[in-house]
Antibody
Framework: QVGLQESGPGLVKSSETLSLTCTVS??????????WSWSRQPPGKGLEWIGY???????NYNPSLKSRVTISGETSKNQFSLTLTSVTAADTAMYYC???????????WGQGTTVTVSS | QSVLTQPPSVSAAPGQKVTISCSES????????ISWYQQLPGTAPKLLIY???RRPSGIPDRFSGSKSGTSATLGITGVQTGDEADYYC???????????FGGGTKLTVL
């Protein structure tokens, strides 16, 4: 049974870079053919998909965030990470990592981590 | 680009049946597979339905999904107070290659 746990700073300054990590247990980021994904949810709002990293190394991102987002996998630590540059208050949200057999079939989610962008 | 439209809220009495709609608008309408997620207050989303009507193991058969053309529906029979949650539909937009979520529907059990 795969487990996911997000980690990273809860507070990021405006214009700086947000970096989060998702640690995978019970599975392999590069060995298993899953889509390792990030989504976010601003306070009181709906879900927004950010992107995925696939075991082969391929990635795909939300077009609205593509210029600022990088998702990558780290085999040695069995983690995958999210980097979001030039953050603004609009990036304040709960960030979730998830995995799935397809990008839109996310069957395991982490508990989420709150990120606040301060000015 | 796919857009998924859901009603903001629905309500039902305990024991009743409720349906939540998800209307698809895109050039690929009708060909996309829909997933449904349940998000209980303060928790992460949980996959309820995938490929329009398939349930992951462990999901009760009170939850069902269907799709006809550009409209998908999540059905919940025998509604319980524990079903109070936000429900989201989602799909893969093959034209732009990204995941789209609907705006979410809040289920209130009266």
């Amino acid at each position: 049974q795969v487990g996911l746990q997000e980690s990273g700073p809860g507070l990021v300054k405006s214009s700086e870079t947000l970096s989060l990590t998702c640690t995978v247990s019970g599975g392999s980021v590069t060995g298993d053919s899953f889509y390792w994904s990030w989504s976010r949810q601003p306070p009181g709002k709906g879900l927004e998909w950010i992107g995925y990293f696939y075991a082969s190394g391929s990635t795909n991102y939300n077009p609205s965030l593509k210029s600022r987002v990088t998702i990558s996998g780290e085999t040695s630590k069995n983690q995958f990470s999210l980097t979001l540059t030039s953050v603004t208050a609009a990036d304040t949200a709960m960030y979730y990592c998830a995995k799935g057999d397809a990008p839109h079939i996310l069957d395991v989610w982490g508990q989420g981590t709150t990120v606040t962008v301060s000015s | 680009q796919s857009v998924l439209t859901q009603p903001p809220s629905v309500s039902a009495a305990p024991g009743q049946k409720v349906t939540i709609s998800c209307s698809e608008s895109s050039s690929n309408s009708g060909n996309n597979y829909i997933s449904w997620y349940q998000q209980l207050p303060g928790t992460a989303p949980k996959l309820l339905i995938y490929d329009n009507n398939r349930r992951p193991s462990g999901i009760p058969d009170r939850f069902s999904g269907s799709k006809s053309g550009t409209s998908a529906t999540l059905g919940i029979t025998g509604v319980q107070t524990g079903d109070e949650a936000d429900y989201y539909c989602g799909t893969w937009d093959s034209s732009l290659s990204f995941v789209v979520f609907g705006g979410g529907t809040k289920l209130t059990v009266l």
